[in-house]
């Protein structure tokens, strides 16, 4: 259940717009669901803090950099995994 997949995106906010890098894998819960997680990566350092969207594969959600840290970090359900790659 561990297949990673990496995605080009783009973060949208505070004036701005970057490249980045969302990696996506499944992971199943100790009930027995499954969740889409997901990280911000290769993305510019310089970015500030506040709210962004993040577009990529036809999808776009919000986030959040707070304190250096993207706030992203499960997909929304209704994110197809195999659609993205």
Known sequence: MQT????????????????????????????????????????????PEGPYTLAFAGYTVPTRKFDGCWMLSFLPPWIELERVA
């Open 4 to 47: 990673v997949v990496r995605v080009h995106g783009v973060l949208k906010g505070l004036d701005r717009e970057a490249n980045c890098v969302v990696t996506t894998w499944k992971e199943r819960s100790s009930s027995g669901r499954v969740y889409t997680r997901c990280r911000i990566v290769d993305e510019p350092g310089d970015l």
